[in-house]
T-cell receptor, first 117, second 112 residues
């Protein structure tokens, strides 16, 4: 099956610093990728839709200036958490699909555990 | 609005027993439904998906799910639980943007 690679898997950073998370589709091109956030013992909530070559679409309540998304190529999307605070600590997961068909499987990255101290 | 409800945040079964994880959905359009499994600190792996071709869908690791339109349900089952099945399971519905709308998840524990 297709592989989506997410890096890093774990990161600890100091409050006020920025952290970049990468999401790569290794064997297919993805014009659209999705970024989710998962709070402890809760479900995944869509943060934003990353579109190659254009601005990301953010869900209501997600600060676009805090969570910067760049989809510079058909195989790479990055999420940068700027000026991180302890409340940003969470599990972030990206996903991508081979195409936009509704019945197409979404492949997920391994996730990134962010801890802000 | 589209939504997914998973009944039971935690299900515990004995090894060899039937596994039943419940999922109900709400959608104004024909739904595309998925079941994913998540192991601790990992991403999600697809178990199976419903795409309207057949109401009984077979997935990996012996899991299957039946789509029942009249009940707006897509429950996940496995005849005989194995210790390795212990994980978090998510039911998901494809949203209009192509994203997935997830249920809150059900943690499955398997007792020896």
């Amino acid at each position: 099956g297709a592989v989506v690679s997410q890096h890093p898997s774990r990161v600890i950073c100091k409050s006020g610093t920025s952290v970049k998370i990468e999401c790569r589709s290794l064997d297919f091109q993805a014009t659209t990728m999705f970024w989710y956030r998962q709070f402890p013992k809760q479900s995944l909530m869509l943060m934003a839709t990353s579109n190659e070559g254009s601005k990301a679409t953010y869900e209501q309540g997600v600060e676009k200036d805090k969570f910067l998304i760049n989809h510079a190529s058909l195989t790479l999307s990055t999420l940068t958490v700027t000026s991180a605070h302890p409340e940003d600590s969470s599990f972030y997961i990206c996903s991508a699909s081979r195409n936009s068909n509704m019945n197409t499987e979404a492949f997920f990255g391994q996730g990134t555990r962010l801890t802000v101290v | 609005a589209q939504s997914v409800t998973q009944l039971g945040s935690h299900v515990s079964v004995s090894e060899g027993a039937l596994v039943l994880l419940r999922c109900n959905y709400s959608s104004s359009v024909p739904p595309y439904l998925f079941w994913y499994v998540q192991y601790p600190n990992q991403g999600l792996q697809l178990l199976l998906k419903y795409t309207s071709a057949a109401t009984l869908v077979k997935g990996i690791n012996g899991f299957e799910a039946e789509f029942k339109k009249s009940e707006t349900s897509f429950h996940l089952t496995k005849p005989s639980a194995h210790m390795s099945d212990a994980a978090e399971y998510f039911c998901a519905l494809r949203g209009s943007q192509g994203n997935l709308i997830f249920g809150k998840g059900t943690k499955l524990s398997v007792k020896p």
